[in-house]
């Protein structure tokens, strides 16, 4: 790469011919100089002269060579590292010669203080002819930067050094004129010049420990972000007279509660389900011996969950009330899929929660299998309230097969209603429905078996959802959208990016950031329902289609978000945390499955800082270790970065879980992004 220089003379000009130094050189090295002791004269004529030795540094990235006065490199903007080391360590002398070396580092001369290296310098005498001489300089005066030296050693006869005084000043000019090769008799000038060295030098010095104390508290978790973000008037939630509101609903609950059932018979009765396909799942369910699995297809569709008989991932289905358009999450019951179950749900703005009201289903949901256990009744409650969920209805199933007892749904009303408000669900936000999703009674009408309605006049599931109360869209913040799975579009057959738009707003044409690879995308289509829309804003579900970027870039967990207000990406995170029911207590260093918005990742607590009362306030002393029931602030360590956010700036991408042998061991917010170099 060829040499920069600020400003200097032209070298290809005829004036400055470097074949006369190469002469003086030549003939310098014919004579026998080895033996020959400098003059007295010529002595006292270093100590009244500047000389001038014009340094160039090289980058340790780009090799770009770069003047001595440069602080960082002017090709790559990278700092002069071991300059601003030797400024942080100890004043730069500017008495004695400054060391000049060509090592970049990887020298083995460097390992040793006491290792001189001769190199040269030009000097006049006072006659006005320029010669060489060797200087020696050791290498614990020049521990400042990787320097070029000026010229090149010779290959002929081993000359001895001679040694200059070390109180030679040495001037350091970005400009490389024929004057400052002229001597200046002038006393007071050369005392002024050296004066003037002196205070450039410890000003450099001075200034070079003020950039490495900046550059070492410079905080890498954090992005630079503008001042405020500002929406569009495009973003803005249009008045249109008609239009539904959407509503995301997770279906959670026990496993064989009847969640994708109900889901399948609302779909039915509300003719999302051809009858052509209803025919043929109560055929082919009557074929395998699961004739009670025919609306249950509806929503397991893989032949792997057909043929265990348990919904596996979360199933997406949609219809359409009075008043919304609702987004229905089928989620998995069963305990080795409750990672899945995270992963979709997170998107929920409300819940069913469907229980099963025969006697001994109710009671492992509750206290798991032989009472050792927490049920996944109880767990998909305190998963789906550390989601932001408020409001609930608490679909009673299977009410047909306790004769549609009204004592046994008192029952179940004490006994789950107690944990439900444990978990800080209000009583005005829990809504109470009993109901029979195979004969279809209280579904989308009132019941009309006998049993039934001789005690009940409350009502239906399909009016419980449309007294759910919408929570409030935030479209004036930055576009924020995590990527909950990577499907193929129905429309143009390519890979899209699915999920739940938490803030902002999108539209066709947009540049969207997609992290964690950092690439710049545009969008292409945008799908909501299954089908095309044009602008889609927070709270919808959609799948976007992506151009600019390789479709294996796009990945689940992943984040679209505005390119100039990245979401940041962290393997270092402070969290509050809440401990559920646990038996064995966390220690420090306790290995846990990490689980935020659509990540999943492997992770370890590294400091329990404190505890927690109930009013928030912390402990003066970190406990040794954290049991049931108590609250605490800890720092964890991730194996892999992912995307996340404080909880105070975005609640989507704060709210965490922690997992440990097959159960969700505590809930929390994260507090502080602590950043990837940190431990």
């Given at each position: 790469?060829?040499?920069?220089?600020?400003?200097?003379?032209?070298?290809?000009?005829?004036?400055?011919?470097?074949?006369?130094?190469?002469?003086?050189?030549?003939?310098?090295?014919?004579?026998?100089?080895?033996?020959?002791?400098?003059?007295?004269?010529?002595?006292?004529?270093?100590?009244?002269?500047?000389?001038?030795?014009?340094?160039?540094?090289?980058?340790?990235?780009?090799?770009?060579?770069?003047?001595?006065?440069?602080?960082?490199?002017?090709?790559?903007?990278?700092?002069?590292?071991?300059?601003?080391?030797?400024?942080?360590?100890?004043?730069?002398?500017?008495?004695?010669?400054?060391?000049?070396?060509?090592?970049?580092?990887?020298?083995?001369?460097?390992?040793?203080?006491?290792?001189?290296?001769?190199?040269?310098?030009?000097?006049?005498?006072?006659?006005?002819?320029?010669?060489?001489?060797?200087?020696?300089?050791?290498?614990?005066?020049?521990?400042?930067?990787?320097?070029?030296?000026?010229?090149?050693?010779?290959?002929?006869?081993?000359?001895?050094?001679?040694?200059?005084?070390?109180?030679?000043?040495?001037?350091?000019?970005?400009?490389?004129?024929?004057?400052?090769?002229?001597?200046?008799?002038?006393?007071?000038?050369?005392?002024?010049?050296?004066?003037?060295?002196?205070?450039?030098?410890?000003?450099?010095?001075s200034d070079i420990g003020q950039l490495s104390t900046e550059r070492n508290n410079v905080n890498v978790a954090q992005p630079y972000l503008p001042e405020e973000y500002k929406p569009e008037e495009w973003m803005l939630a249009d008045q249109e007279s008609g239009a539904l509101s959407q509503l995301n609903l997770a279906i959670v609950g026990h496993v064989d509660s009847g969640k994708s059932t109900l889901s399948g018979r609302l779909l039915h009765l509300l003719g999302k389900i051809s009858k052509r396909d209803?025919?043929?799942?109560?055929?082919?369910?009557?074929?395998?011996?699961?004739?009670?699995?025919?609306?249950?297809?509806?929503?397991?569709?893989?032949?792997?969950?057909?043929?265990?008989?348990?919904?596996?991932?979360?199933?997406?289905?949609?219809?359409?009330?009075?008043?919304?358009?609702?987004?229905?999450?089928?989620?998995?019951?069963?305990?080795?899929?409750?990672?899945?179950?995270?992963?979709?749900?997170?998107?929920?703005?409300?819940?069913?929660?469907?229980?099963?009201?025969?006697?001994?289903?109710?009671?492992?949901?509750?206290?798991?299998?032989?009472?050792?256990?927490?049920?996944?009744?109880?767990?998909?409650?305190?998963?789906?309230?550390?989601?932001?969920?408020?409001?609930?209805?608490?679909?009673?199933?299977?009410?047909?097969?306790?004769?549609?007892?009204?004592?046994?749904?008192?029952?179940?009303?004490?006994?789950?209603?107690?944990?439900?408000?444990?978990?800080?669900?209000?009583?005005?936000?829990?809504?109470?429905?009993?109901?029979?999703?195979?004969?279809?009674?209280?579904?989308?009408?009132?019941?009309?078996?006998?049993?039934?309605?001789?005690?009940?006049?409350?009502?239906?599931?399909?009016?419980?959802?449309?007294?759910?109360?919408?929570?409030?869209?935030?479209?004036?913040?930055?576009?924020?959208?995590?990527?909950?799975?990577?499907?193929?579009?129905?429309?143009?057959?390519?890979?899209?990016?699915?999920?739940?738009?938490?803030?902002?707003?999108?539209?066709?044409?947009?540049?969207?950031?997609?992290?964690?690879?950092?690439?710049?995308?545009?969008?292409?289509?945008?799908?909501?329902?299954?089908?095309?829309?044009?602008?889609?804003?927070?709270?919808?579900?959609?799948?976007?289609?992506?151009?600019?970027?390789?479709?294996?870039?796009?990945?689940?967990?992943?984040?679209?978000?505005?390119?100039?207000?990245?979401?940041?990406?962290?393997?270092?995170?402070?969290?509050?945390?809440?401990?559920l029911d646990i038996t064995i207590p966390i220690l420090l260093g306790h290995q846990v499955e990490f689980h935020i918005h659509h990540v999943k990742e492997a992770a370890r607590i590294t400091k329990i800082l404190a505890l927690l009362d109930k009013t928030g306030k912390p402990s003066k002393t970190p406990p040794r270790f954290l049991k049931s029931k108590q609250s605490a602030v800890v720092q964890v360590m991730l194996d892999g970065a992912i995307c996340v956010e404080e909880f105070s700036k975005c609640r989507?991408?704060?709210?965490?879980?922690?997992?440990?042998?097959?159960?969700?061991?505590?809930?929390?917010?994260?507090?502080?992004?602590?950043?990837?170099?940190?431990?």
């Amino acid at each position: 790469m060829p040499r920069k220089v600020v400003s200097g003379p032209d070298y290809d000009d005829d004036e400055y011919d470097y074949e006369d130094y190469e002469d003086d050189y030549d003939d310098y090295e014919e004579t026998e100089h080895v033996d020959v002791k400098a003059p007295v004269k010529e002595k006292e004529s270093l100590k009244k002269s500047s000389n001038v030795v014009p340094v160039l540094w090289k980058c340790s990235m780009c090799t770009f060579d770069n003047h001595e006065t440069m602080i960082y490199c002017e090709m790559c903007g990278v700092f002069r590292e071991s300059f601003v080391k030797s400024a942080k360590d100890a004043p730069i002398k500017v008495e004695s010669v400054n060391g000049i070396s060509n090592n970049y580092g990887t020298s083995a001369l460097s390992n040793s203080d006491s290792t001189k290296t001769p190199v040269k310098t030009l000097t006049t005498n006072f006659d006005g002819d320029s010669e060489r001489k060797y200087a020696s300089t050791s290498r614990d005066k020049v521990n400042s930067a990787p320097l070029a030296s000026v010229g090149s050693s010779g290959t002929g006869k081993k000359k001895q050094p001679i040694k200059l005084p070390e109180d030679v000043p040495v001037e350091r000019t970005t400009q490389l004129i024929p004057d400052h090769f002229q001597l200046k008799e002038d006393q007071s000038s050369r005392a002024s010049s050296s004066a003037q060295n002196k205070d450039y030098m410890q000003t450099l010095s001075s200034d070079i420990g003020q950039l490495s104390t900046e550059r070492n508290n410079v905080n890498v978790a954090q992005p630079y972000l503008p001042e405020e973000y500002k929406p569009e008037e495009w973003m803005l939630a249009d008045q249109e007279s008609g239009a539904l509101s959407q509503l995301n609903l997770a279906i959670v609950g026990h496993v064989d509660s009847g969640k994708s059932t109900l889901s399948g018979r609302l779909l039915h009765l509300l003719g999302k389900i051809s009858k052509r396909d209803m025919h043929k799942n109560e055929k082919e369910a009557k074929e395998k011996g699961k004739g009670s699995f025919a609306y249950a297809w509806a929503m397991d569709e893989s032949s792997e969950e057909r043929e265990r008989g348990v919904t596996m991932t979360v199933a997406v289905a949609y219809l359409e009330t009075k008043k919304y358009r609702v987004v229905l999450l089928d989620s998995p019951g069963h305990k080795d899929f409750v990672p899945n179950m995270i992963s979709g749900a997170t998107q929920a703005d409300a819940a069913i929660l469907v229980v099963d009201a025969s006697t001994g289903s109710f009671e492992a949901g509750m206290d798991g299998e032989g009472g050792k256990n927490v049920g996944q009744t109880k767990e998909h409650a305190q998963l789906i309230r550390s989601f932001g969920v408020e409001q609930l209805i608490v679909a009673v199933n299977k009410m047909d097969v306790i004769g549609y007892s009204k004592e046994r749904l008192e029952f179940i009303k004490v006994q789950l209603g107690s944990f439900l408000r444990a978990c800080n669900f209000r009583d005005s936000a829990i809504t109470w429905i009993p109901l029979s999703a195979v004969e279809n009674q209280n579904l989308t009408k009132p019941p009309s078996d006998a049993r039934f309605t001789s005690w009940y006049q409350g009502l239906c599931l399909l009016d419980a959802i449309d007294s759910l109360q919408l929570p409030s869209r935030d479209v004036s913040k930055a576009l924020i959208l995590p990527i909950c799975d990577v499907i193929k579009s129905q429309s143009t057959g390519q890979l899209a990016a699915f999920g739940k738009l938490e803030t902002g707003a999108i539209r066709n044409g947009s540049k969207v950031l997609v992290l964690p690879c950092g690439e710049v995308a545009t969008v292409k289509t945008i799908e909501r329902d299954s089908r095309s829309c044009s602008i889609a804003r927070a709270g919808d579900n959609v799948a976007i289609c992506l151009q600019g970027v390789d479709g294996n870039r796009i990945i689940p967990g992943g984040i679209l978000c505005h390119p100039g207000f990245p979401v940041p990406v962290a393997n270092y995170l402070e969290l509050k945390i809440r401990v559920l029911d646990i038996t064995i207590p966390i220690l420090l260093g306790h290995q846990v499955e990490f689980h935020i918005h659509h990540v999943k990742e492997a992770a370890r607590i590294t400091k329990i800082l404190a505890l927690l009362d109930k009013t928030g306030k912390p402990s003066k002393t970190p406990p040794r270790f954290l049991k049931s029931k108590q609250s605490a602030v800890v720092q964890v360590m991730l194996d892999g970065a992912i995307c996340v956010e404080e909880f105070s700036k975005c609640r989507a991408l704060g709210r965490a879980f922690l997992r440990a042998s097959g159960s969700t061991i505590a809930v929390g917010i994260v507090t502080k992004i602590m950043g990837q170099d940190q431990y």
